[in-house]
């Protein structure tokens, strides 16, 4: 099992590695001189001096990798010429406002989509499960963005239940510091995190449906039937529990998505996470700060993945046994 | 299995009531009152020397004074029409000497006295090279700017010509010499107290949440007045519609310019909201380069024909795209000009639309259609082009597609280079482009901005398309300088203008009217057309409409 | 829209209808056929998925108007749905029908066309690996890894913002390269399940070269999971394509692409959001459709069903 763990973490690591030097080479075939703004009358001289000196800009292409590398084990990840601060700086504001709508968005995707999911399969062929399966599957297959628009415009402009974008009212709550503000910040995440969660919702209760359709199949759950177990009982406890491991390979497939629709939700939404960073330095051409949120997207992507092999593994006796994976 | 939603939601709410009920109490009286104003964009650095920023200047407005500011009329020639801000009075020793009196009661909010020694410093500075300020060249005719005293500062001109005064007064903002006389010249625009000023105007500035919001507060011992409004907050939006989206929604109280005719119909039917229109500052045009792109030695192969632009413009109908996009919000300025000019004059000669003589100019030129794609061609070459517009703006991106479409019919193609706005400076200040669709943001008078943009002066600076017609530039020299009287200048302009229409070095779209919208519980808005934040410090919120974003105490 | 173009419409509805109609007879005849028109959503997905076809199709039939074309600038902008404008003007006054119709050419296109580029990688890929294994399999495993680790829109949003002009090919062919890595998967594990069956070891131990014995003997077998992931991805294409297009880079104008027509539309969204709102619509329906196609496909080929 340690040895599982190990090789799986290092493998991780790997990957991330890969990433970053994929990126990282990507960029520079593109372009001469990347990592330094288009024209330099928007920077002083001074950073673009430093800049210079710390990724070795005027060295041969291998010379700047290392040095980009080494940069990064001392936690330099450059400086965002837009931004006017360092990227790790303008990451570390982003990265738990994203990660914040992703929680949210997975605990809306898991409780509606679980719940969904197993209405579905208890009631399988009823009139409920069939309206419900097609709104979910409409909803699943929307664009992210658009059902976001769609929501902005219903419930925040035209009901005024919930605020226009942003992460706070920076008038009432500049600052996390009372009951009151977090409750200001709860306000303002719901419609972002309403809409990544209900698309993925859909997805899941899809997933869940089929998985509890499977597993009510089974054998086994006529056994426990046959014992005389009141039916409630029978499928909160054995249908449940190994319908959830499949579920739980849902966390790690999880992420990715929810990495890539925040991108989207976060522009729609002016969320300030690392999808809206992401997007406006690409399009800013701001090289540094995109290299560094490719590290930590796929970091977060390689985590989660890892995460949801790891409970696997501790779910299922089966794969510890099997001992070494793929 | 019971869905928890509803009981959350129910939670939420609870939680944000009593967060408003905990905020009843805190400021009352007159001088209470939250200004959210919704903002698309963001400044780049709060510092006037080295940002053109339409979000700087707004921002830095209440931050920083000048010697004197321009009167309710807007004159900008002679001295009368002037208000004095850091200058209590003034006297012109000679016909070129001005003598400025500063206000002993002037002070930076860190307690030091502003001095002439911050006069003297901030011309320095703006007109160094090293800090390569976009303002330098409108400051050109003064030749020095010394000290008599700690209260007495001394400009000197080199000729006389109307607008002195404006020239003086108008372009600079005063630097805290004290403050930032360490900075090395080369290093201002990335300099820490651009995220930080420090101020001797209304309003001192709090905290910049990068792309979020500026926060400034009322500074109490301002000598010219304690503001009302006791906080300013601006709020970044990544385009207009979400701002104006924002106001309608009440999460932001003010909006400079709401820009179509739906966001007007929209903003002055809300019984929450006022609407003040006013004379606008902008100008829209399609500008072509002259030069190659990336290389400003060559001529571009298409461009540097004056009969091609000329035909592109005789094919170009301005009058139905305008409708289309700002409906009666907007007109067709008769050249390179925007409404707010003294010098607007629907009789300057233009090229008119006429397509059958577009047609038949590039059919002598050589261009006709040989292989029935519809595009017309010469040598094997297509007649087209790129337009290089910024993707943050709506309206831009809707006239792009407007003249895509009408070009096409025309025969020429059109692409659109669609980039982010950083971008779109960075290309247009590097000449790469084939055709730019810019919006200038003027001052209130002619004499700085346009030979910025369409003289000789301003290559290297806004004059991106390098056009230079050495007539133009003399006329204008002498509109500015030489004129004797209003109404020699006015000829003066109106000969410059006509010529440069006749050279057709870009497509003069639309010179906007502007309309903002303030929310109703602001009494006393007056609004400046070439600034339109700057009397906010006479704003206020009455005691009886208060609510509670006004009535936060920090 | 004229009488034509109704009769154009309604054609291709009654077309699409006869095409499932028609499928629907051939595939009864077959265990796999009865299990795919089990499910109750597979036939009006399959219904969907022609009826848009037919309209990319027939577009010029059943457009009234050219997709670029501004009618009238000046008064018929952001006009509502009527007779003449069936689902309203966009904001420069070009039918929205038209353009949806012209549109799903392009939509439909990219997607069919960037899956097929990155389901023939994924194949290769997950073949070549699950035949050769050994190093070879870790090697390309590690790298779809890699490509995984990625999320797909920063990938593309990276490679479309690093070249200043992108045209639609070369769009097409970005899409596909950053999207075969699950399909490689897939067709990996099938073919290393096939690899020990007994007319592929026959193959070998002929001597067939590795190319034929994966082309003609395992490939075929393994056609079950890259046709639902086919089904499946094209969908995932076109909401790419949608979200591309919203951030500003997707296909240029003026062509319409359902992605460009909510992009177009959607700062009218207030006032006017019928031009946002049908393109949003569209691509739901067809994503919708090729869900329900692609759910029931994986019932119908999945061969251990075979057996029952």
């Given at each position: ?326 | ?554 | ?274 031009s946002a709102t049908f393109p949003g619509l569209a691509i739901s329906l067809v994503v919708m459709a090729l869900n329900a196609v692609g759910d029931a496909l994986r019932d119908a080929l999945d061969p251990r069903k075979e057996a029952v």
């Amino acid at each position: 099992m340690i040895v599982w763990v190990v090789r799986r973490v290092a493998a991780s690591i790997a990957i991330v590695w890969a990433v970053v030097t994929l990126t990282f080479f990507v960029i520079h075939a593109a372009r001469g001189s990347p990592f330094l703004p288009e024209s330099s009358q928007s920077v002083d001289p001074e950073t673009i001096v430093r800049i210079t000196n710390q990724f070795g800009l005027d060295r041969p292409l291998w010379v700047q990798y290392v040095l980009y590398l080494r940069n990064l084990a001392t936690g330099n990840l450059g400086e965002s010429f837009a931004l006017r601060r360092p990227v790790a700086d303008a990451l570390a504001d982003a990265i738990p406002n994203t990660f914040v709508l992703a929680l949210a968005a997975l605990l809306i995707d898991f409780a509606v989509g679980l719940a969904l999911g197993i209405y579905q399969a208890v009631r399988e062929r009823s009139v409920g499960d069939i309206v419900l399966g097609n709104i979910a599957l409409f909803v699943n297959s929307m664009p992210t963005f658009w059902l976001g628009l769609v929501l902005l415009l219903v419930f925040a402009q035209r009901l005024h239940a919930f605020p226009v974008g942003g992460i706070s009212d920076p008038v009432l709550c500049p600052r996390l510091d009372s009951a009151a503000c977090l409750g200001d910040f709860v306000w303002h995440l719901t419609l972002p995190a309403l809409t990544l969660g209900l698309v993925g919702a859909a997805g899941t209760a899809r997933f869940q449906r089929a998985a509890m359709l499977e597993v009510i199949r089974q054998e086994y759950v006529r056994t426990a039937r046959a014992k005389g177990l009141q039916e409630r009982r029978v499928l909160l406890v054995h249908a449940l529990r190994n319908a959830l491991l499949p579920f739980i390979t849902l966390v790690g497939l999880a992420f990715p998505f929810l990495l890539t629709g925040a991108v989207l939700v976060e522009t729609v939404y002016a969320w300030p996470g690392m999808g809206q960073l992401a997007v406006r330095a690409i399009l800013q051409r701001d090289y540094y700060v995109v290299t560094g949120a490719a590290l930590v997207t796929s970091t977060m992507v390689v985590l989660g993945n890892l995460i949801a092999d790891l409970l696997y593994a501790v779910a299922d006796p089966r794969i510890r046994v099997r001992g070494a994976g793929a | 299995m019971h869905t928890p939603r509803p009981t959350v939601f129910a939670a939420v709410a609870c939680l944000a009531l009593l967060g408003s009920c905990e905020r009843r109490g805190g400021c009352t009286g007159d001088h209470c009152g939250t200004l959210v104003i919704a903002y698309a964009g963001e400044p780049d650095i709060l510092l006037p020397p080295v940002s053109e920023f339409a979000a700087t200047r707004d921002v830095t407005e209440p931050i920083f004074l000048k010697l004197a500011d321009l009167g309710p009329s807007g004159n900008t020639v002679g001295d009368e029409d002037f208000q004095p801000q850091l200058a209590e009075r003034w006297e012109w020793d000679t016909p070129t000497t001005l003598v400025f009196h500063l206000d002993p009661r002037a002070h930076w909010q860190d307690g030091q006295a502003v001095t002439a020694a911050d006069v003297a410093f901030t011309y320095d500075v703006y007109t160094d090279t090293l800090v390569n300020s976009p303002f330098r060249s409108s400051l050109r005719q003064i030749s020095a700017v010394t000290t008599r005293d700690s209260l007495t500062v001394v400009f000197r001109f080199r000729q006389r010509y109307p607008e002195m005064f404006y020239d003086a007064v108008y372009h600079m903002r005063i630097m805290p010499s004290h403050l930032l006389r360490e900075v090395p010249r080369d290093q201002w625009r990335s300099t820490a107290f651009g995220r930080a000023p420090v101020g001797d105007g209304p309003y001192r500035f709090v905290a910049w949440k990068a792309g979020q919001s500026i926060e400034l507060a009322a500074d109490s011992t301002f000598f010219l007045g304690r503001p009302y409004i006791r906080r300013l907050i601006w709020r970044f939006t990544p385009d207009q519609q979400v701002a104006v989206t924002q106001l309608l929604a009440g999460d932001a109280d003010a909006i400079e310019v709401l820009i179509t005719p739906d966001n007007v119909q929209r903003a002055c039917a809300d019984p929450k909201l006022a609407c003040y229109p006013y004379k606008g500052s902008a100008y829209g045009y399609v500008g072509f380069n002259l030069a190659a792109p990336g290389d400003t030695t060559k001529p571009h192969p298409l461009f540097a024909d004056r009969d091609l632009r000329r035909a592109l413009v005789l094919a170009t109908d301005r009058e139905r795209p305008l409708h289309n996009v700002f409906g009666e919000l907007a007109r067709v300025p008769p050249g390179p000009m925007s409404q707010l000019w003294w010098i607007w004059d629907p009789e300057i000669r233009e090229l008119p639309y006429d397509s059958a003589q577009a047609a038949r100019l590039l059919k002598r030129l050589g261009w006709i259609d040989s292989d029935g794609d519809g595009i017309r061609d010469k040598d094997g070459h297509a007649l087209s082009f790129r337009l290089l517009v910024p993707t943050t703006s709506a309206i831009r991106r809707q006239y792009a597609r407007l003249l895509q479409e009408s070009f096409r019919t025309a025969g020429v193609d059109v692409q659109l280079d669609e980039v982010d706005f950083s971008v779109f400076n960075e290309r247009a200040r590097a000449g790469r482009f084939d055709a730019l669709l810019n919006v200038w943001n003027t001052d209130p008078t002619p004499s700085s901005g346009f030979p910025q943009t369409w003289t000789k002066a301003g290559f290297g600076r806004s004059n991106y398309g390098r056009y230079f017609n050495p007539q133009v530039d003399q006329l204008v020299d002498r509109a500015v300088s030489a004129a004797a009287n209003r109404d020699q200048a006015r000829r003066a302009w109106r000969s410059a203008f006509e010529m440069l229409n006749q050279d057709a070095p870009g497509i003069f779209l639309f010179a906007t009217e502007n309309v903002a919208a303030v929310s109703k519980r602001f009494t006393d808005v007056t609004i400046r057309p070439d600034s339109w934040l700057a009397l906010v410090r006479s704003w206020r919120v009455p005691s009886d409409r208060l609510t509670d974003r006004d009535r936060v105490e920090r | 829209m004229n009488i034509w173009n109704w009769v154009a419409l309604s054609g291709a509805a009654v077309l699409a209808l006869i095409v499932v109609g028609a499928v629907r007879r051939r595939a009864g005849a077959s265990a796999s056929g009865r299990r795919f028109f089990r499910h109750p959503t597979a036939a009006p997905g399959l219904f969907v998925l022609t009826f848009f076809v037919m309209v990319a199709l027939a577009a010029p039939l059943v457009a009234p108007f050219q997709p670029y074309e501004q009618i009238d600038v000046d008064h018929l902008q952001n006009h509502a749905p009527s007779t003449r404008y069936i689902l309203g003007t966009d904001p420069l006054s070009r039918d929205v029908w038209s353009r949806l119709a012209h549109g799903a050419r392009i939509s439909l296109g990219i997607g069919a066309l960037a899956m097929f580029v990155a389901v023939t990688i994924g194949a290769a890929v997950g073949a070549t690996a699950g035949y050769f294994r050994r190093w070879v399999d870790t090697a390309l495993m590690r790298l779809v890894d890699v490509g995984l680790a990625m999320p797909r829109i920063f990938a593309l949003l990276v490679v479309v913002a690093l070249w200043d002009r992108i045209a639609v090919p070369v769009l097409v062919l970005v899409i596909g390269l950053t999207g075969w890595f699950a399909t490689s998967r897939l067709v990996r594990a099938e073919v290393l399940s096939l690899r020990e069956r007994e007319y592929v070891a026959a193959a070998r131990a002929l001597g067939a070269r590795p190319s034929r014995v994966i082309v003609r003997h395992v490939l075929p077998n393994a056609a079950a999971p890259i046709i639902v992931s086919a089904a499946l991805g094209i969908g995932n294409v076109m909401l790419l394509e949608a979200g591309l297009s919203f951030l500003g880079m997707g296909v240029p104008s003026p062509a319409p692409s359902w992605g460009n027509m909510i992009a177009d539309g959607w700062s009218k969204m207030a006032v006017a959001p019928w031009s946002a709102t049908f393109p949003g619509l569209a691509i739901s329906l067809v994503v919708m459709a090729l869900n329900a196609v692609g759910d029931a496909l994986r019932d119908a080929l999945d061969p251990r069903k075979e057996a029952v």
